[in-house]
């Protein structure tokens, strides 16, 4: 089976699906590589590094399409509806897309995509279980994104991070409140605490206290019944609007001390919930920083702008999108390891292997014979339930473009 990678078109997406490095999985797994012309370039890969690794390079990216049996993006046409679309006349039916899909977000984009026949996993969906934890996309990236979110911040801020003892005098280190124990959050605690600020973070999920304090953050304890702050596949729940309220209440007075606040809280499907109102940052001190991760979601902090940095009232409130792709070396790094672990997930025997059994498989199939099938998606689209599908189908494959075809639907 031929496994193809192409140049991403989301605009500043500079990320790759596959690297070199991860290439040598797919060859134990009897897949050989096709990519795009300079798919690789933004993020630091070269064509001679993926043919040195065993890849071939295509003339354009419709041979990408036309030949490979799996389609390997960072972003789909899903996940980018804009200059994606000519990639929708591309796929082919039965042909396996794997990537991000914005699965939750939009039907339109959806829709379409499954109406390419093609059979799309979107690896947003990918379960939150202990054997997925190196598939898991939005973990890998996330880490990215943390520390990428202290460093604007340190940049920015018209102080410096750590305590300093100078013949000038002593410098405070600064303060920095982290809103969001997840992967991004935890990462941004580390980071800031490496720079030697001082660390306070808040989650309603009172279990990550403990991961908070092992980085040498302290966690602040807010008296609000959070209840059951998770779904059944590991995600972060939306809660109601009396709680977001009494939340906001209640960090008023650890963000008006803060030189810098980073938010991280994002529900999958859903605007991100507003955590920190305008008036909470107009009681921060003139200089300071917020740093709103949420913010293609709509944001954490009431005055964020998805893609723009304001001032309001003196604080400088950033709302950057897409930050893992500010930092492609290693984001696709880590990226590609997440695809070729799934990819040894999928392919059995040489063959795409959709098994209703494997809950890392099941999870995250979104598309499937014309219809979205992800049962999730959907109840949020409001479509009428599918039937359970057989325990093992073998995914058709769309190559026939290629010497020797690819195999049988």
Known sequence: M???????????????????????????????????????????????????????VAASRAEVFEKADIICQVRTPGANPGQGQDDLARLKSGQVLIGHCEPLTEAEPILKL????????????????????????????????????????????????PMMM??????????????????????????????GAIVTAYDIRAAVKEQVESLGGRFLDIAVEAGDAETKGGYAKAMDEAFYRRQREAMTAAVAESDVVITTAAVPGKKAPVLVTAAMIEGMRAGSVVVDLAAERGGNCEPTRGGETILHHGVTVMGPVNLAATVPYHASQMYAKNMATFLRELVKDGHVRIDASNEVIIDTLLTRDGEIVHHFAREVFGLPALEAATNEVEAGAAGAGRAGGGSDA
């Open 114 to 161: 499954a109406r390419t026949g093609a059979t799309t996993f979107a690896l947003e969906l990918m379960p939150r279980i202990t054997r997925a934890q190196s598939m898991d996309v939005l973990s890998s990236q996330a880490t990215i994104t943390g520390y990428k979110a202290v460093l604007l911040a340190a940049d920015t801020l018209p102080k410096m991070f």
């Open 2 to 56: 031929l496994v193809g990678v192409v140049k991403e078109s989301f605009p500043g997406e500079r990320r790759v699906a596959l690297t070199p490095q991860s290439l040598s999985l797919l060859a134990k797994l009897s897949l050989e590589t096709l990519i795009e012309r300079g798919a690789g370039a933004e993020a630091g890969y070269s064509d001679e590094d993926y043919t040195a690794a065993g890849a071939k």
């Open 166 to 195: 100078t013949a000038a005098g002593t410098i405070a280190p600064a303060k920095v409140f982290v809103v969001g124990a997840g992967v991004a959050g935890l990462q941004a605690i580390a980071s800031a605490r490496r720079l």
